[in-house]
C-alpha cells in the first residue's frame, strides 16, 4: 500500500488508507431529538472540503454538512453551486467551472510566465462567474518552480496577478493563494512558506488578494503555526486543516492541538472561514463521524 506521507489532493481518493482513527475526547454531545450535532458557538465559520470526503455524493455531503452547522463547502466549481445554494450553504473557497481547468492546476501556476496567458484568460472570466453566483473567495497556486528562483517567481506572480486584481476588486472577489508544502506532498511548488507568501500580499497591495494558510502543510514546512498566525494575520483570508503527519484526523494521533490554533485564530478577530481538509481514516458513516468529531473540537 502507498504509504501515506503521499497522500495528496490529486490521488488522494485512490490511495486512502482504510484503518480506525484514535478518537480518546468524550463522544460527541447529540441533540436527542434530531440526532444532530448541538449548536455551535459561532466564533468559527465552518466549512470542509469535498475531495476529502468523495466517496459521498455532494448532495449528501450538503444535508450533512447543514446539520452539523457548517457555513459551506470548499473547492466547489459551478457545477455544484446549485446544489450549495439548495441548502442554503456557501462555496466558500470557489473553483471556476470544469473547462477552466488552469484555474485547477497546482502545478501550472503564476510563478511561471509560460501560463500567464491561460490563466490570465481563464481567471478573466471566472472572477465574474463567482461574483455573480454571490460568492467571495476564489483559490489560485503559484505553481511549481521549474528552476525558477524564488525572487523571479515571485515577480512573476506579480507581474500575472496585477492583470486580474483589478477585476476582482471590481466583483469584490478575493484571491487566494494556497500556502502548499513541497517537503511531503507537492514536490517544487513554490509558495511553500509564509515569509514567501507574506511577501508576495506586501508587493501586491491589494486586500483582494489573500494567502490561504493550509496549517497540514505549513505544520510540515514551518511550524511555529501559533506565532505565524499571529504575525501576519492580516494575509490570511482562509484556513485550512488536517493531522500532522499522515494529513488524516486531528485527534490525538497526530502532533497538533488545534482548540488551541483555533483560539489564536478567534482571538486575532478573524471573520473568514476554516475548512476542514484532512482524509478520515476512520470510515465509520463514511468518516462523517470524524468530521462531525473534528468540527467539535475546531469549534471554540
Known sequence: MESEKNINRRNAIKTIALGSGAIAMPKLELNSSDKELAPLKGNIKHSVCQWCFGNI?????????????LTGIDLIGEEGW????????TSTMCYGD????????????????????????????????VADA??????????N????????????????????????????????????????????????NSKWGVALCKALGSENFKLLYDIYHMQIMEGDVIHTIRENIEYYGHFHTAGVPGRNEINESQELFYPAIMEAIVETGFKGYVAQEFIPKDKTNKGLQSLADAIRRCDV
Open 98 to 129: 470544469l473547462e477552466g481547468n488552469a484555474t485547477r492546476n497546482l502545478s501550472q501556476g503564476w510563478c511561471d510566465t509560460q501560463y500567464h496567458p491561460e490563466l490570465i484568460k481563464q481567471y478573466k472570466r471566472h472572477i465574474p462567474m
Open 145 to 192: 518552480r521549474r528552476g525558477i528562483d524564488d525572487e523571479t517567481g515571485l515577480q512573476n506572480c506579480v507581474d500575472g496577478l496585477s492583470e486580474i486584481i483589478p477585476l476582482a476588486e471590481k466583483h469584490g472577489v478575493v484571491l487566494h493563494m494556497e500556502l502548499l508544502n513541497s517537503k511531503v506532498d507537492h514536490n517544487d511548488y513554490m509558495c511553500d
Open 57 to 69: 455524493p455532494l448532495e449528501t455531503l450538503a444535508q450533512e454538512a447543514k446539520k452539523m452547522g
Open 82 to 89: 446549485d446544489t450549495l445554494k439548495k441548502y442554503d450553504l
Open 134 to 143: 454571490g460568492w467571495t473567495n476564489l483559490i489560485c497556486f503559484s505553481g
